[in-house]
């Protein structure tokens, strides 16, 4: 009945999206396109809507990727257009007349180089760092040369606000919890399986990271610390054209890369692929001290463990699709994606066993070894509509992903006395399958009102079905025999359905926007038993509304100084995997478990910033979580096992600042710092948790612009004592640095860099509230890396005249994994 209510509610909203866009009337606009020689689009140069009279300011805006703008919006006048952008000549139109209602497109405006030879330096432009937008921050990629031959997990690392552990967990200012998105679609991956396939896409491919730490009510809801939207590129040039990328990079291991992109564009078809291939062996060290107490705290016994990880992978990514423009204003696409990532590891583990008096008691060393593998395969079907040239815009998303994954471990266990003589031997085998299939589909309507405003609305529903077994052995004498008590089968279903609806409206000086989501969600968890285990089940059942709010305010007539003041709520979900009450080992003492309990967390958001143009930005916000979801320990006997819990409450306020500075000409700097409280409070087992701090961090990026085609980055992050459930996590920090050369009149670079200068990067602490037990940890990485990379651009573009704009392009790219 719910599910037939929520449907009745989007079919509803759409249908009076459609009746209120016939009904009103069209707003006078001018709008263009800024290019270079080349012809290809100029992304963020300032465009100045003036009147023509007195050269005042009228509005301002940043041009698109595409580089595309327009005015909305305007009154019976006579303008003037003027564009500036670094390294280009500033660009003023003739006078342009609004009369009437009518809209006026100007032709396409070529912006004129400054480049010149001045001793032999070449000046050329360079697309700034970071850009603020009114809701998000936009992070360019390739603006840094230390990307070059990174993957795109590495990226994330140096992005403002985020910092990546060494599981792959991603925190965006301070916070966990965040939405990860690809091309506008949800990944569908645990932290575990998304920080994989994040390491297998090179850098090469992405075009830029948006951050949101309040979304709008378009995306979905999940995701605590706000949405991080990774954007690939694919190339917008008629004919046929490319790159091509190899690197080879050395740590305690190599590791190779190579990536290959292609798009051809001719008549009504666009076709695009993106190949790559990743070779890589790393190397991991993993330190744990416990001290175990009685009840009245006097010590009973100490361990000591040193494990060893050596993975080593190699992972195959393909994505091609095609586009066909059915007409000026329709076009469909669909969209293949696929990935192969098998590996294999020894992990030896040495154990070591002391008493009350720090006597040896024994020692345990444990030989792991496994074969992995992880299958991905997607398809997206896209369709895109354009009513008119003034915004009006439908469009429909399916998708279907299969994941599949595996795992065969063998782990032999040998226990000797203190004088060295074998004690005892235990061997355990398991198979660990995986299997997902996604069923997505979405459609949204946006539609342009007169008197700049904006209506748009959405619909999406989703069908998950994970299927994770966990077949465990005992082996002695050579035979196997089925080890009951772990071995189990978890089958989980998940379906939500959404709607929403979104309104904004442009005054003079005061913007406001406002939303509101409705989230249905329906989850089914069923626990195959064995002859030793009985089956048990689990239902989910919730629906909630999440709404969204942004009031701006410009503090001077060009609109360069200006205030926002936003709210959101948010849910985080409980990971698929998180779900799966299973048992890994990591050796004798040390497992990980699932937690079918799990409940979600829902926070409230609430920020106020203030930005100068997009050179600075000052945020303050406020964080209250409910049942937060994090990593929690728990001991039996001299076991520790590691699950994820709900926790309570997490308060958290963080003030942050973002610049981004021009010392020099040739010296460009972006510089992101905050300071911020994270507060815990809540039962925790048999304890009760109550942990706070204050902390502080940030990164940094400097780009030097030299001569003869030559350029420099050099970057880092640090970040204070840091507190999380749990876990006291303390400082740490990296410097990095890299050069390039442009070659092959500049269709090629060859770039050098090094990450992690003096491998400082890793992962030390304390785990607090074990009954009757302390607990440190060092995790060092195999983080400091150089890497060779040479990029070579090719292909032949047609001077063909302004493309259409499909509005499509994300959706395009879009995938489910």
């Known amino acids: 009945?719910?599910?037939?209510?929520?449907?009745?509610?989007?079919?509803?909203?759409?249908?009076?999206?459609?009746?209120?866009?016939?009904?009103?009337?069209?707003?006078?606009?001018?709008?263009?396109k800024v290019i270079d020689k080349d012809q290809k689009p100029v992304d963020g140069a300032t465009v100045i809507l003036l009147t023509a009279k007195d050269s005042a300011t009228v509005k301002s805006m940043l041009s698109n990727p595409d580089g595309s703008f327009v005015f909305e919006g305007l009154v019976d006048n006579t303008y003037q257009v003027r564009i500036t952008f670094i390294g280009f000549k500033n660009y003023k139109s003739d006078a342009v007349t609004v009369q009437g209602q009518n809209s006026v497109t100007l032709s396409a405006i070529t912006l004129v180089s400054t480049s010149k030879v001045l001793k032999g330096v070449e000046v050329t432009a360079q697309k700034s760092y970071v850009e603020q937008k009114i809701d998000r921050t936009v992070v360019n990629?390739?603006?840094?040369?230390?990307?070059?031959?990174?993957?795109?997990?590495?990226?994330?690392?140096?992005?403002?606000?985020?910092?990546?552990?060494?599981?792959?967990?991603?925190?965006?200012?301070?916070?966990?919890?965040?939405?990860?998105?690809?091309?506008?679609?949800?990944?569908?991956l645990s932290a575990a399986n998304l920080a994989t396939y994040l390491k297998s896409l090179p850098a090469s491919a992405l075009d830029k990271i948006e951050l949101m730490d309040n979304p709008p009510a378009k995306y979905d809801a999940a995701g605590n610390a706000g949405v991080i939207n990774i954007k690939t590129k694919k190339s917008e040039l008629r004919g046929f054209n490319g790159t091509a990328s190899a690197n080879y990079a050395q740590g305690f291991y190599n590791r190779t890369t190579e990536s290959l992109n292609m798009n051809y564009r001719v008549d009504?078809?666009?076709?695009?692929?993106?190949?790559?291939?990743?070779?890589?062996?790393?190397?991991?060290?993993?330190?744990?001290?416990?001290?175990?107490?009685?009840?009245?705290?006097?010590?009973?016994?100490?361990?000591?463990?040193?494990?060893?990880?050596?993975?080593?992978?190699?992972?195959?990514?393909?994505?091609?699709?095609?586009?066909?423009?059915?007409?000026?204003?329709?076009?469909w696409g669909v969209v293949f994606t696929g990935a192969i990532e098998p590996d294999h590891d020894s992990s030896p583990v040495n154990s070591f066993l002391y008493d009350a008096n720090h006597v040896p008691d024994s020692t345990i060393n444990t030989q792991n070894t496994s074969k992995n593998k992880f299958y991905s395969g997607a398809l997206n079907i896209n369709y895109t509509h354009k009513f008119d040239s003034l915004g009006k815009v439908i469009s429909f998303d399916a998708d279907y992903v299969r994941d599949v994954a595996g795992s065969d471990q063998i782990f032999v266990n040998n226990a000797y006395f203190p004088d060295g003589s074998l004690e005892s031997t235990q061997t355990l085998t398991d198979n660990l399958p995986s299997y997902i299939n996604i069923y997505a589909a979405k459609s949204d309507l946006t539609i342009p009102l007169k008197n700049k405003a904006e209506f748009s609305a959405g619909v999406k529903s989703s069908f998950v079905n994970t299927d994770n077994a966990a077949?465990?052995?005992?082996?002695?004498?050579?035979?196997?025999?089925?080890?009951?008590?772990?071995?189990?089968?978890?089958?989980y279903k998940e379906n939500i359905n959404a709607a929403y609806i979104n309104f904004k409206k442009d005054w003079k000086r005061f913007s406001l926007q406002g939303g509101l989501r409705l989230e249905n969600t329906n989850g089914n968890g069923h626990q195959l038993g064995n002859i030793e285990k009985k089956d048990s089940t689990f239902v989910n059942h919730y629906t909630d509304l999440f709404p969204t709010a942004y009031f701006s305010y410009k503090l001077d007539t060009g609109g360069h100084n200006t205030v926002v003041l936003s709210y959101g709520r948010r849910i985080g979900r409980p990971g698929y995997g998180s779900l799966n009450p299973f048992v890994f080992f990591v050796d004798k003492f040390t497992y990980f478990a699932g937690n079918p309990f799990l409940k979600p967390q829902f926070t409230d958001n609430y920020k106020l910033s203030y930005s100068y143009k997009s050179?600075?930005?000052?945020?303050?916000?406020?964080?209250?979580?409910?049942?937060?979801?994090?990593?929690?320990?728990?001991?039996?006997?001299?076991?520790?096992?590691?699950?994820?819990?709900?926790?309570?409450?997490?308060?958290?306020?963080?003030?942050?600042?973002?610049?981004?500075?021009?010392?020099?000409?040739?010296?460009t700097l972006n510089v992101f710092f905050e300071v911020f409280?994270?507060?815990?409070?809540?039962?925790?087992?048999?304890?009760?948790?109550?942990q706070s701090a204050t902390s502080f961090g940030g990164n940094f990026n400097n780009q030097f612009n030299l001569s003869n085609g030559w350029n420099a980055e050099l970057s880092g992050f640090y970040y204070s004592r840091r507190v999380n459930g749990q876990f006291i996590n303390l400082p740490t920090g990296a410097l990095n640095a890299g050069i390039q050369k442009k070659v092959l009149d500049n269709k090629g670079s060859i770039k050098f860099n090094i990450r992690d200068i003096f491998h400082t990067i890793a992962s030390r602490g304390t785990i607090n509230n074990i009954p009757d037990a302390t607990s440190t940890f060092i995790n060092f990485n195999d983080?400091?890396?150089?890497?060779?990379?040479?990029?070579?651009?090719?292909?032949?573009?047609i001077n063909s005249p302004k493309k259409r704009e499909t509005g499509s392009s994300d959706s395009e790219q879009g995938r489910a994994h």
């Open 677 to 690: 409280n994270n507060a815990f409070t809540g039962p925790l087992f048999t304890e009760y948790l109550n």
């Open 1 to 32: 009945m719910l599910n037939k209510l929520i449907t009745a509610f989007a079919a509803a909203l759409l249908l009076i999206a459609f009746n209120v866009a016939t009904a009103q009337t069209t707003p006078a606009k001018i709008n263009g």
């Open 268 to 331: 009504k078809v666009n076709l695009f692929a993106n190949l790559s291939y990743n070779h890589n062996h790393t190397f991991r060290r993993l330190e744990i001290d416990r001290n175990y107490t009685d009840d009245a705290g006097n010590p009973t016994s100490y361990f000591k463990d040193f494990s060893y990880f050596r993975p080593h992978a190699a992972n195959v990514n393909v994505k091609v699709g095609a586009d066909y423009y059915l007409s000026p204003k329709t076009t």
């Open 783 to 797: 983080t400091r890396v150089a890497t060779l990379t040479l990029t070579y651009s090719f292909g032949k573009t």
């Open 471 to 491: 077949n465990y052995f005992n082996v002695a004498d050579g035979a196997s025999t089925p080890d009951y008590n772990n071995t189990n089968r978890f089958i």
């Open 141 to 188: 990629v390739n603006a840094l040369i230390s990307n070059s031959g990174a993957n795109a997990l590495e990226v994330l690392e140096k992005t403002p606000g985020v910092q990546v552990d060494e599981d792959g967990n991603i925190t965006f200012k301070g916070k966990s919890g965040v939405l990860v998105m690809i091309d506008d679609k949800p990944t569908y």
């Open 615 to 667: 050179l600075f930005t000052v945020a303050l916000m406020y964080n209250y979580t409910t049942d937060y979801e994090s990593e929690v320990i728990s001991q039996t006997g001299d076991i520790f096992t590691s699950t994820t819990g709900n926790i309570g409450e997490r308060k958290s306020i963080d003030l942050s600042v973002n610049t981004n500075l021009q010392p020099a000409k040739w010296w």
